[in-house]
């Protein structure tokens, strides 16, 4: 057996690790080659974002290491090249390196003779060969821990700092057989080889970085493809992030990203001395983030981004004012073709893209780091496709949600429900610049001035629209505005500094930008406009209340998980796993007992939802369980109590002509509840004590008491179907085809104990 042979041999022979598992956090590479295609890098970060799912943010990658576990003989050039360019993916996910520890001196060549006996002094020189075996004293194994190459300004700072401070007390260390002795404490460090034949390994720990960007421009898949050799994609990479400021910093001085030795140090690194102190302060970088340029220390995190940072928006107008249009060019960055090429990236169904009318709701983040800055909701390599919740959500310091609701007069009853149990922070009143407005555009008024939502009133499709159009259709809407029932004045943005001037004033102003989704005119003062939105809602201070989460949709039967629900928490905080809670009413006003056994925001597992989130929950059921779960629903931690009746104070508004007396039957919305009720019972408010004129009050004819627009009541409401979860508090809308009033319910007379 030749030489060559054997090495072949050993190569799939001598194990250094456990075989690699199709699951876990674990990867194998033999060797990643710097000159790959576009295709190939993204298999490569899609398979480490798989890796980093499947350890909860945290991945290992074994460089020079086959699948089977064995040693795949590379020498320290290629790993260390491998090393850099996974790195690289990393930082393109929003991931930074924890820990690179090269290993080498783990295979040993021993010599052999044909006679089978391992150095046979007597063997004739011409018999005797070479083989490769792993070295049994593993004190001999040399470990180095280098810093990563790409690291970030607030782990390098202080990484920097420790190792200046050695090299200061190790200017008159002395070199002997490959160890350096003296250092820090007089400790005997080993040193790499870098010649060739060295037999090297790495190990790379990556910790995925759950806050807004790490970096001000993460290194992408895109540069390292345009990379033509290993030298210019340092380069690259080092100019996009900054990196030549720590040009006087060890780790770059002393080693080339090839691990070469510089000519005026030959001192190669050593690990440090407080190395699990260093490792110990990375990994609660991992999982926050600094702001620096707020000068505050408190750590930021994706999930307070997703809470006290996240302003929801209900985007409302006709049918044809370009809601899901407007939404999908701030979502992806991209202009639209004048044909639907932007509505057709957020749509749901197929007749929706078919037909250009939004039937359901749906929700887009759209991100903005801290310097107000859009994040581009399109990814820079796969051009055609869109970020996913989570990566948006992991890469901005502030999200502002689009809500986008049906604008057809048909869908009218699904708009007022999102609105309902929405939670919007604020309203976006689209109108179409070349047609006056209608009368859907005074009902979506009406029904977030009901709600008490300030609006914003854009005009759309402005590129070709004539003057006098665009002209007669503010006039317009400055009448509807103006009028009693709504109230507002507008105020038209031009400039940044109307940006700033209507802010604070939003219950009384209506701001109006002019904006284009095909010229992208108007499009950054919207995008300012949105990240200057003050948060209305703050839930954060519902957190010391019983934990309450509104069910908006169910998913009875998830492959692999089981009963999965979607919704918002409205108050509280809920730990997943071993907290147990009340999920209800069934039709007979019962609540499921259960556990949540897994929880997302924007698509990311957690472990906490807290309040001011829009989050899933994962539940443990069995199959008849499953049956009686239901839109409407709510989630406690304690055991609620379910009812058919409730007492309102209502108010009718103005517009059509109605009347409402005892036995009237109305569709009712209460946040996410929906459900026909009927007024059991009807009580004056007593109006002159509220300075109200006459014109408020409520008759009282031969059939007793009638409410009409304008009037004030107490009713009693009773559900037609079944039993619902309502508690003082919460606002409510009916309506009979049209809205016809608003209330706020003052009690619960009578409850079924479950």
């Not at 055991?639 to 103005?654: G, H, M, Q, R, W």
């Amino acid at each position: 057996m030749t030489s060559s042979s054997n090495k072949v041999y050993a190569r799939r022979s001598l194990r250094v690790v456990d075989a690699e598992s199709h699951d876990g956090s674990s990867e194998y590479k033999r060797q990643v080659h710097k000159e790959l295609s576009t295709t190939r890098l993204r298999t490569l970060s899609t398979q480490m974002s798989y890796r980093l799912d499947e350890g909860k943010g945290r991945c290992t990658y074994h460089i020079g290491v086959e699948d089977d576990g064995c040693h795949s003989l590379l020498d320290y050039p290629a790993v260390s090249e491998s090393a850099w360019i996974l790195e690289s993916i990393a930082r393109s996910l929003n991931a930074i390196v924890l820990e690179r520890k090269m290993i080498q001196s783990e295979i040993v060549e021993v010599v052999a003779g044909n006679n089978g006996e391992d150095g046979n002094d007597e063997a004739v020189d011409g018999d005797r060969e070479e083989e490769l075996s792993l070295v049994q004293d593993r004190s001999r194994v040399v470990v180095v821990e280098e810093p990563p190459v790409l690291g970030s300004r607030n782990i390098n700072q202080g990484y920097n700092q420790n190792i200046g401070e050695e090299n200061k007390e190790d200017e008159k260390e002395e070199k002997d057989g490959g160890e350096i002795k003296g250092g820090k404490n007089g400790k005997t460090m080993k040193k790499l080889c870098m010649e060739e034949g060295s037999y090297t390994r790495c190990e790379l720990t990556i910790q995925r970085v759950e806050t807004h960007m790490l970096d001000p421009s993460p290194l992408s898949l895109s540069s390292l493809s345009r990379a033509s050799s290993m030298g210019e994609g340092v380069d690259g990479a080092m100019a996009m992030t900054e990196l030549s400021e720590l040009a006087g910093s060890l780790q770059l001085n002393n080693i080339d990203i090839n691990g070469n030795t510089k000519e005026e140090e030959t001192k190669s690194f050593s690990p440090l001395e407080e190395g699990e102190e260093k490792v110990e302060n990375i990994n609660n970088i991992g999982t926050t983030t600094w702001n620096d340029t707020s000068g505050d220390d408190r750590p930021i995190s994706v999930e307070e981004t997703l809470s006290s940072r996240n302003v929801r928006v209900a985007v409302v107008g006709n049918v044809d004012a370009g809601k899901s249009t407007l939404i999908g060019t701030l979502t992806s960055s991209f202009l639209d073709d004048g044909r639907g090429s932007s509505r057709t990236s957020i749509m749901k169904h197929r007749h929706e893209i078919e037909s250009g009318r939004t039937s359901t709701s749906s929700s887009h983040l759209l991100g903005f780091n801290q310097s107000g800055e859009c994040i581009a909701g399109r990814d820079k390599i796969r051009s055609n496709k869109m970020k996913s919740e989570d990566e948006i959500a992991r890469s901005s310091y502030r999200i502002v949600t689009l809500m986008d609701l049906a604008g057809h007069e048909k869908y009218l009853k699904t708009t007022i429900h999102g609105v309902s149990s929405g939670m919007a922070d604020y309203g976006l009143i689209l109108v179409n610049s070349r047609h006056p407005p209608t009368h859907m555009t005074e009902h979506h008024l009406n029904l977030c001035c009901s709600y008490g939502i300030p609006v914003v009133v854009v005009f759309t499709k402005i590129d070709g629209c004539p003057e006098h159009a665009l002209a007669t259709s503010k006039k317009e809407l400055g009448k509807l505005l103006k009028s009693p029932e709504i109230g507002k004045r507008p105020f038209t943005v031009r400039t940044e500094a109307d940006v700033a001037t209507c802010m604070g004033k939003l219950h009384t102003l209506a701001p109006m930008i002019d904006v284009s989704c095909v010229t992208g005119e108007g499009l950054d003062l919207l995008r300012k406009m949105l990240f200057a939105l003050p948060k209305r809602r703050q839930h954060e201070k519902k957190l010391n209340r019983p934990f309450e989460f509104l069910v908006e949709d169910v998913f009875s039967n998830v492959p692999g998980v089981g009963s999965v629900v979607s919704g918002f928490v409205n108050a509280g905080e809920l730990t997943v796993g071993s907290t147990q809670v009340f999920i209800g009413p069934t039709d007979d006003g019962t609540f499921l007992k259960t556990v949540a056994k897994s929880a997302h925001i924007a698509r990311i597992n957690t472990t906490r939802v807290t309040a001011g989130q829009s989050a899933t929950l994962a539940f443990s059921l069995n199959k008849e369980m499953r049956k009686k779960l239901r839109r409407g629903m709510v989630v406690m931690r304690d055991n609620p109590t379910s009812t058919k009746e409730f007492d309102a104070e209502i108010c009718v508004l103005k517009g059509e002509g109605t009347t409402i007396r005892e036995s009237y039957q109305a569709y009712v919305h209460i946040l996410n509840v929906r459900q026909t009720a009927f007024a059991r019972n009807i009580e004056i408010v007593n109006n002159n004590a509220l300075g109200l004129p006459p014109s408020h009050g409520a008759k009282l004819d031969s059939e007793g008491i009638v409410l009409r627009p304008g009037s004030r009541a107490k009713v009693r409401f009773e559900f037609a179907q079944r039993p619902e979860y309502i508690r003082p508090g919460m606002r409510m809308l009916f309506r009979d085809g049209r809205v016809r009033g608003v209330g706020i319910v003052t009690g619960i007379p009578t409850v079924t104990a479950t």
